[in-house]
């Protein structure tokens, strides 16, 4: 069966695409920047790519014709805290044009859990899709999630991070409200468990793990799992303003997602009936056996997507690609170079760099820098990375966004996400000549910005010194050349 899969590169669709390709079907997928596709290049030959962006008007010709089944998968939470359902609207709008031309057979589109009769502008907006969705020209199959719980989810890691780093917490009333959080693993056994079944066909359905819980009820189950006690306080009069101040501050998630986040955690979000289920003979995990088995993953490095990747948990939410092209003329620069002798140590090294690696050299004046870009309300150092030695274009990186990954030509190029007066690069490459290359390159935006980079240029002497000799390792000799 040819599928198309849309938002292929979300935290959803890298869960969805080994099972529909394990499954033996042929996979088209939908991503608005080709290059930011974090798949390796043995799965890169199994799939078709296309580049499309639903936020603009829809390209007669641009999606192949012969698609039966599509997944819609595209959110838009995350990028706005005003125009998010805006965005999702049009979106789902320009969807629908070019399904007129795909004809597909289904649409199986993950939405939330509605049931609420008030709820937030995200399930609001979420409800409007499903509402534009059924207009089209094809059998809509909806079904609709809480909290999905699965190593790199936004919920899973803002959980670990309040009961890892706060013993105590002193929690806003929104912490009492009831949801119903599903495994990561069950919301893809039932996003394809319905591919062309035709009972599911017109229809909506809540999924649900077997749990129903409040949040505080989650974070002491965490714990326990964990095999740790965590005490948990209440408070009435912690406003939403202040709960996505504390969410944004305590947890690596960005200011946005967290206002969007206290505004549903406010709304119950329980499933109305199990229904599909028994269609389907699903038997979800518990939300504990869910938390297990996400800290399986994490041990066994088998992570296969985060929240975090997506450019919406950093500054920006457009293409980075312009950005690839690092300028040579009105910028300033700090260069360094060392003759090495083992290149593939190095490189293994460099591909290893920032998350729980650390910086190499001085990792507590990097830890200070986040802090202080967390303070003026950048991203900080939580993000980490998802994988401790993959990068792939597209992938956060601490406060950094990784624009290039090319391990053969043996250069990773990062820009910074952090708020700055200006725009800054970080580059390592290393070529057959063996000589390591670490360039810092830094775009200031007016006197500020020159100001900001000669005041932080003693500590550039000392940091990125020490961090390229501890990356060459042993053996390593001054370069002739230095550019």
């Not at 829809?58 to 125009?83: F, K, N, R, W």
Request: glycine share 8%; hydrophobic share 40%.
């Amino acid at each position: 069966m040819k599928i198309l899969l849309t938002g292929a590169n979300g935290y959803i669709g890298m869960r969805l695409l080994p099972q529909l390709l394990q499954m033996g079907h042929e996979v088209v997928c939908a991503v608005r920047d080709e290059t930011r596709l974090s798949v390796d290049a043995e799965t890169r030959k199994r799939i078709e790519v296309v580049e499309v962006d639903f936020l603009q008007p829809p390209q007669p010709g641009l999606l192949p014709a012969d698609v039966e089944v599509v997944y819609y998968l595209i959110h838009s939470m995350s990028a706005s805290t005003t125009d998010f359902d805006a965005r999702e609207a049009r979106a789902a709008e320009h969807f629908l044009g070019y399904m007129e031309e795909v004809r597909p057979r289904q649409v199986i589109y993950l939405s939330g859990i509605v049931n609420d009769q008030e709820l937030s502008k995200h399930l609001r907006s979420r409800k409007h899709v499903e509402e534009l969705l059924y207009q089209g020209a094809f059998n809509l199959t909806v079904l609709r999630a809480g909290i999905i719980v699965g190593s790199g989810s936004s919920s899973f890691e803002i959980i670990r991070d309040l009961c890892e780093k706060l013993p105590v917490m002193i929690t806003p009333k929104w912490v009492l409200s009831r949801t119903q959080p599903i495994a990561i693993r069950d919301v893809i056994r039932f996003l394809t468990g319905v591919m062309g079944r035709e009972d599911t066909f017109g229809e909506s359905f809540d999924i649900g793990g077997p749990d129903v819980l409040t949040y505080k009820e989650m974070l002491q189950g965490y714990a326990r799992v964990r095999g740790f006690r965590n005490w948990i306080f209440t408070v009435p009069v912690m406003t939403p303003k202040l709960s996505s101040y504390w969410l944004y501050f305590v947890t690596s998630t960005s200011y946005k997602l967290a206002v969007n986040l206290v505004d549903s955690m406010k709304i119950e979000v329980v499933a109305r009936d199990n229904r599909l289920a028994e269609m389907l003979g699903i038997h979800p995990h518990s939300y504990e056996e869910a938390i297990d088995m996400a800290f399986r993953k994490i041990e066994q490095n088998l992570v296969v997507s985060s929240w975090k990747d997506s450019l919406v948990s950093g500054r920006f939410d457009r293409n980075l690609e312009k950005y690839i092209q690092v300028p040579r003329y009105g910028v300033l620069t700090d260069k360094k170079a060392l003759k090495v002798q083992d290149r593939e140590a190095v490189l293994e090294r460099v591909w290893k760099i920032g998350g729980t690696t650390g910086w190499y050299y001085m990792d507590g004046l990097w830890k200070l820098r986040g802090l202080m870009d967390k303070l003026a309300g950048g991203v900080g150092l939580r993000r980490g990375r998802t994988h401790p030695d993959k990068i792939y274009a597209g992938d956060a990186l601490d406060f950094w966004r990784v624009l290039l990954a090319d391990r053969e030509e043996g250069r990773l190029l990062l820009f910074a996400e952090m708020r700055l007066p200006g725009e800054a690069w970080l580059e390592f490459r290393i070529g057959p000549d063996h000589i390591l290359h670490q360039n810092a390159t830094f775009r200031p935006r007016g006197l500020k910005g020159r100001l900001y980079w000669y005041s932080v240029l003693p500590f550039h002497y000392f940091i990125f010194g020490g961090m390229i000799r501890k990356l060459a390792g042993t053996g390593w000799a001054p370069a002739d050349s230095q550019d």
